[in-house]
Every structure is written in structure tokens, then in C-alpha cells.
């Protein structure tokens, strides 16, 4: 069965060509008459010109130019569904999410930080896109904690993570990481293109579809943090999960025990210390030593 926010977006594609009712919207996408009711819904949100006549709908044809994976990342935002990650290629994302802020502020306050800023040049841009579009090596010159240069990247995606802009790539410059690397767009100073190709592996492909965080790391095995939540916060764990991995293990009046699986300290210390002191690491052993020595430091 197509996921959630791809039929949204499929949706989209046939209400611009003629008017759909939700009986044969629910048979094409082999799913029930609620489901497309929520989908219309959640379209009815983002597009205000939305016909309907005798229970069916269409659209008028957009009139912005969006690729199918900022769509889905649209949907994203707009549904707030799995909002701290979006890979984008076309500019028109950062207006389409301004403008539907601005109209809705009536009605919502955003409390988010802010959405940063490209400072770097269009040309850098562009040849950023035009590096990943065609699969090209590229050598930059990137200003981390020092200027230094880059050579034989495999430039993958633009990636937006936590308001900020990112292109992830494979490197052998990078030793951490089995050579996956996460560059800040801002700190790319410049770019050189090769003519050469690279054939791109759908594994680091499939990571990067499927990144629950920065702080994943490629390639390295998961293993189970299991966190117990006292009864001041357990209905917050209850109604939200903080990662795609949680899950409810047991509950009583007191507790809600919790499982995540992740591969690296850093994709849930920052969960435990929000909640602190009203959550607490039950295992491994390690990663509660590490949060008790963060305790003190406090």
C-alpha cells in the first residue's frame, strides 16, 4: 500500500486534471472512504482554490514549479509529520512554507527557530544541484574549524535538518562515519565540478531516506536504549514519539517504559536531557553513566 504522504501527493497530481469523488479516490489507492476524507482534508489546508460538486473535488493547476520530494516534505510540514527532516531541491520550498505561515498566523503561533538563511552565492547553489543531478565528483573547499580542501566528493542530497541546510555526501577524506558526511551549505566556500561520474549506491541512498537524525551514524549496527518516564511526563510519550523507533514496552500507574533503537549516544542524549529529571535511563548501563557525568557538569 502507497504511504500517507505519497498518495497526498498523487492526489494532488489527478484533482489537477479532472474532478475525483472519494469513492473512486478510495478504489485507486485501495484504501477507505475515511482515509481519503483526511487526505482531501489535509489538501483543503495548503489549497485554498479546491472545487467541489456532487462530493467530488479538483484542483486548479499550481502554478509553482515543486518536485514530487518537496511535495512530500511540504506535506510533511504542513500534517506535522515527521517535521525535522526534508530533502529539498527546489527553492520554491522556502517561499510555499513562508507564505503558508503568513496566512495562518491568525490561527497558529509558530514557536520554531527560524529557517536559515542560504548566505552563499546562487552559482555555488546550482552547482551544488547540477554536482547531484548528474552524479558528478566534486571537490570543495569547506570552513569548519579550519579552511581546507575536499577532493572526490559524491555529492547525494540537499538535506534540511534541525532549520538548517545540509549536503550529504560520501568523502574518503572522512575517516569517521564509514565516509558518510553531513556539510553545512553555509560553510561550503566553493565548488569545483569534475567531469566524472560516480555510480550512486542505493544503500547510502536508503540511509539517507530513512535518517532518523544528524547524529546516525552509516553503516553501524542499532542497538536498544530503553528510557522509564515517571507520571509527569509518561502522557507526553503516551500522545508523541520523539523518535521513529520508540515504543511503549510496559506501563503502570507510576511508569511508561520505552524502547529506542539507535546507533549512537548522540540521537537520544538531547531527548533525555529535555526531560530530565523525570526521565531516566533504565540500559544500557554506559549511557546512563554518560548522562549522570552530564548531570554533574551541570
Same mark, same amino acid.
Given at each position: ?63 509553482f ?16 509529520i515527521?517535521?525535522n ?31 536559515? /538563511?542560504? &548566505?552563499? @552565492?546562487? *552559482?555555488?547553489?546550482?552547482? !551544488? $544541484? ?8 566534486? #571537490? ?16 547525494y ?11 550529504v ?58 528510557? /522509564?518516564? &515517571?507520571? @509527569?511526563? *509518561?502522557?507526553?510519550?503516551? !500522545? $508523541? ?8 514496552? #510496559? ?5 511508561l ?6 546507533n ?35
Amino acid at each position: 500500500m502507497i504511504e500517507p504522504r505519497r498518495r497526498v501527493l498523487e492526489i494532488v497530481k489527478l484533482l489537477q486534471k479532472r474532478a475525483y469523488c472519494i469513492q473512486e479516490l478510495s478504489l485507486i489507492f485501495e484504501v477507505e472512504k475515511r482515509t481519503i476524507q483526511r487526505d482531501i482534508a489535509v489538501i483543503k489546508k495548503v489549497f485554498h482554490p479546491i472545487s467541489t460538486s456532487k462530493g467530488c473535488y479538483s484542483l486548479e493547476k499550481l502554478e509553482f514549479d515543486i518536485d514530487d520530494m518537496e511535495f512530500v516534505s511540504f506535506f510533511k510540514i504542513i500534517s506535522l509529520i515527521e517535521k525535522n527532516k526534508i530533502s529539498v531541491k527546489n527553492k520554491d520550498f522556502n517561499n510555499l512554507l513562508k507564505k503558508y505561515q503568513d496566512e495562518t498566523r491568525q490561527l497558529y503561533c509558530f514557536f520554531e527557530n527560524p529557517l536559515e /538563511e542560504l &548566505n552563499t @552565492n546562487q *552559482k555555488l547553489i546550482k552547482d !551544488i $544541484k547540477f554536482a547531484i543531478y548528474f552524479k558528478r565528483y566534486c #571537490d570543495i573547499v569547506y570552513h569548519e574549524r579550519e579552511e581546507r580542501e575536499l577532493k572526490d566528493i559524491k555529492p547525494y542530497k540537499i538535506v534540511y535538518a534541525k532549520n538548517n541546510w545540509y549536503l550529504v555526501a560520501m568523502t574518503k577524506n572522512y575517516k569517521y562515519n564509514n565516509g558518510f558526511k553531513r556539510f553545512r551549505i553555509n560553510f561550503i566556500k566553493d565548488i569545483k565540478i569534475d567531469t566524472k561520474t560516480f555510480k550512486s549506491d542505493i544503500q547510502v541512498e536508503e540511509f539517507i531516506k530513512n535518517m532518523h537524525s544528524l547524529f546516525e551514524d552509516y553503516q553501524k549496527p542499532k542497538y536498544e536504549v530503553i528510557l /522509564e518516564a &515517571n507520571s @509527569n511526563i *509518561k502522557r507526553y510519550f503516551k !500522545i $508523541k514519539k520523539y523518535l521513529p523507533s520508540q515504543k511503549i514496552l #510496559d506501563e503502570t500507574q507510576t511508569s511508561l517504559t520505552l524502547s529506542y533503537k539507535i546507533n549512537q549516544d548522540m540521537e537520544i542524549i538531547p531527548l533525555i536531557k529535555t526531560w530530565l529529571p523525570d526521565l531516566k535511563v533504565v540500559s544500557p548501563k554506559e549511557l546512563d553513566k554518560t548522562i549522570r557525568e552530564i548531570i554533574k557538569k551541570y
